[in-house]
């Protein structure tokens, strides 16, 4: 057993697939708002103005074509692994490049030299932020998983309960 398969994170990978794929399917339908969401063991909530409705319908349809082996519906664009992989690597390359001993201000001369790698180092790593999804932070196979409710919280806020 790896630790990413230990119960809470299991279940937390999961319900990432599952949120993913739940936004893939629904933002067509409301292509002008920004969506967003959170993932936990014990499912996921969405942030954005949607219709309870048609969230459900989005999660009921993400969950059976997850199911029938859609897992590409697990990695999203707009993940949050992405932008902290990118921004993890390019600003420790920045950070090493600036540490070491001697004042700030004799380190600024490496500026010029650093910032252009730190934004290759950012743009070769895109492809990384994909695969650390599918390999690490969701899990498309849903095992036994199964939609407990969708419940409006407030305005903009509804909450996922998988179990």
């Known amino acids: 057993m790896s630790l990413l398969d230990l119960p809470f994170l299991l279940e937390t990978r999961r319900n990432h697939a599952l949120e993913h794929a739940t936004l893939k399917i629904l933002s067509p339908k409301y292509p002008a708002r920004p969506l967003g969401g959170h993932s936990n063991p014990t499912g996921f909530m969405i942030f954005g103005d949607v219709h309870t409705d048609d969230l459900c319908a989005a999660v009921d349809e993400a969950f059976d074509r997850l199911r029938t082996g859609e897992n590409d519906l697990a990695i999203h664009p707009g993940c949050g692994t992405n932008y902290a992989t990118s921004g993890l690597l390019a600003g420790s390359l920045a950070w090493f490049g600036l540490s070491g001993k001697g004042a700030w201000y004799k380190k600024l001369w490496r500026i ?52």
């Open 112 to 163: 010029p030299f650093i910032l252009p790698l730190a934004v290759l180092v950012w743009g070769l790593s895109k492809p990384l932020g994909p695969k650390l999804q599918a390999k690490v932070t969701t899990e498309a196979n849903l095992g036994e998983m199964e939609i407990v409710s969708v419940q409006k919280i407030r305005p903009s806020l509804h909450r996922v309960i998988t179990r």
